[in-house]
């Protein structure tokens, strides 16, 4: 397996415009999380979702940010309007189940600059 | 709530020497404990997870993790460092909200191995 796969890897834009990043998560695996790392605050969870159903959105810092899964094999994070202290490394990541504590398998990462 | 506490946010060792990466939790429930490796611009890799079986846990990598539930501690250990050990390390709890599982990560401890 390809393991999670986000794209784009490194994203610089500039203040004000929109970005998304996207995953593409471990086929079979049926919950999708969003994490944001920073030195300052570590790691973050945003969003989960499972079987592509919003669980837990108490971690996305602002009405900025908007998360989508559409189907089982894709998801979105969004930001708009971007700001400098967006700046971070967003991680997504898989896993098995809900119901019982799996293991995530993470992806390599998008970092993002904002400018 | 379940939390995780990492002591000391970066361990210097020499190269052969042992690694102890301490790792304290807090948990109202039995602990699904995990510890996940990250090396430079690279996504979390899960190195070992407890989950309720042998307390004494063998990882990858020639790492080990020993559940003490009377020290509420998960700490992690190599008994001799090779240079490719130097990155950073996390400890995490499994968290159970209302039927699904997430993890809840520590701030992370930076592994340094000097020749």
């Known amino acids: 397996d390809a393991g999670v796969i986000q794209s784009p890897r490194h994203e610089v834009t500039e203040m004000g415009q929109e970005v998304t990043l996207r995953c593409k998560p471990i086929?079979?695996?049926?919950?999708l999380f969003w994490y944001r790392q920073t030195m300052m605050r570590g790691l973050e969870l945003l969003i989960y979702f499972n079987n592509n159903v919003p669980i837990d959105d108490s971690g996305m810092p602002e009405d900025r940010f908007s998360a989508k899964m559409p189907n089982a094999s894709f998801s979105t994070l969004k930001i708009q309007p971007s700001e400098p202290r967006d700046s971070a490394v967003y991680f997504c990541a898989s896993s098995l189940g809900a119901g019982v504590p799996y293991e995530q398998y993470f992806g390599p990462g998008t970092r993002l600059t904002v400018t | 709530a379940q939390s995780v506490t990492q002591l000391g946010s970066h361990v210097s060792v020499s190269e052969g020497a042992l690694v102890l990466l301490r790792c304290n939790y807090s948990?109202?429930?039995?602990?699904?404990l995990f510890w996940y490796v990250q090396y430079p611009n690279q996504g979390l890799q899960l190195l070992l997870k407890y989950t309720s079986a042998a307390t004494l846990v063998k990882g990858i990598n020639g790492f080990e993790a020993e559940f003490k539930k009377s020290e509420t501690s998960f700490h992690l250990t190599k008994p001799s460092a090779h240079m490719s050990d130097a990155a950073e390390y996390f400890c995490a709890v499994s968290s159970m909200n209302s039927g699904y599982s997430t993890l809840t990560f520590g701030k992370g401890t930076m592994l340094l191995v000097s020749p």
């Open positions: 948990s109202s429930v039995p602990p699904y």
């Open positions: 086929s079979g695996h049926n919950s």
